[in-house]
């Protein structure tokens, strides 16, 4: 009889032994976007709360699928397919793992105040003047930035598409509305911008920004066997636009803590973290 008995402890023990996390440190490649900083924020802190120890890198949209590509980072859940990041996707897919999208209804485009005459991007054809003859970038190795340079192209707009981040970019539309001034800018969704200020997207008829996006899970080759917790989780990780939008809006508060808002969120929607750590 003590070889079942003995069999049932060492199970009851290895079932009690800590989770697989214990001294692991899972790192999480992220582009420093407002909404890749709000699901990384949530998900760094989902896997702390399962014992793992997580590191996040920020890195330039290429950097960020190579350090995945490469299994410098572990994961990312900021990857924008099938248009924004696919010259990404096609030269890297083979050495990574595309687990699926964390985050749906995403959409790139040039955004416009509500209030503003232009209602398609063909009428920069002829109003480009309007706008200072300007479309304001974010950070030049961005998909977005390839896209708005393929519209320029495509409409064959009398524009500069003006390189800078998501700071400047924001700040210059700030600065439009609150000088009530026409302004147009690369735009996604979710961002908290139209969390904030009353804008519409530009109609685009050649479809050069595609129809809607989704925000991806990548993961490093490997993963799964080595870490099948956090691949699992990774696997459930969701978030929605309002969800997203709503926590940016709360991160661009004076003195807001990223971390904090990140930790309220995941309080205010247990059910469905839970529901990630089954």
């Not at 009889?1 to 032994?17: E, K, S």
């Not at 955004?111 to 009428?123: C, K, R, T, Y």
């Not at 304001?136 to 708005?148: E, H």
């Not at 939008?245 to 995941?266: F, L, P």
Request: with cysteine; aromatic share 6%; proline share 5%.
């Amino acid at each position: 009889m003590r070889a079942p008995i003995l069999g049932a402890i060492l199970c009851l023990a290895l079932v009690q032994t800590p989770a697989e996390a214990a001294g692991k440190e899972v790192r999480l490649a992220y582009v420093e976007w407002a909404d890749a900083v709000v699901a990384t924020d949530i998900l760094k802190q989902v896997l702390e709360e399962k014992g793992y120890q997580v590191k996040t890198i920020p890195l330039a949209a290429a950097a960020m699928w190579q350090a995945v590509a490469t299994g410098d980072a572990d994961a990312s859940v900021a990857a924008w397919l099938p248009i924004t990041q696919a010259a990404y996707y096609e030269k890297l897919k083979n050495r990574l793992e595309l687990i699926g999208p964390n985050v749906t209804g995403a959409k790139i485009g040039w955004a416009v105040p509500a209030s503003s005459p232009l209602n398609s991007i063909e009428d920069l054809k002829t109003k480009a003047a309007d706008v200072d003859g300007k479309v304001i970038g974010i950070d030049p190795g961005a998909g977005l930035m390839k896209s708005s340079e393929a519209a320029i192209k495509a409409y064959g707009l009398p524009v500069k598409l003006v390189d800078g981040s998501d700071a400047t970019m924001t700040s210059a539309l700030k600065d439009a509305v609150r000088r009530k001034k026409d302004i147009v800018v690369t735009a996604w969704t979710p961002h908290w911008m139209f969390a904030r200020y009353e804008l519409k997207y530009l109609a685009d008829p050649k479809k050069v920004f595609g129809d809607d996006e989704s925000v991806n899970t990548l993961a490093r080759k490997g993963l799964k066997d080595d870490m099948p917790e956090v691949y699992t989780i990774l696997t459930k990780f969701k978030l929605t636009v309002k969800d997203e939008e709503a926590v940016m809006a709360e991160n661009e508060e004076k003195g807001a803590d990223h971390k904090a808002n990140a930790a309220k969120w995941i309080k205010q929607n247990r059910p469905t973290v839970d529901s990630w750590l089954k």
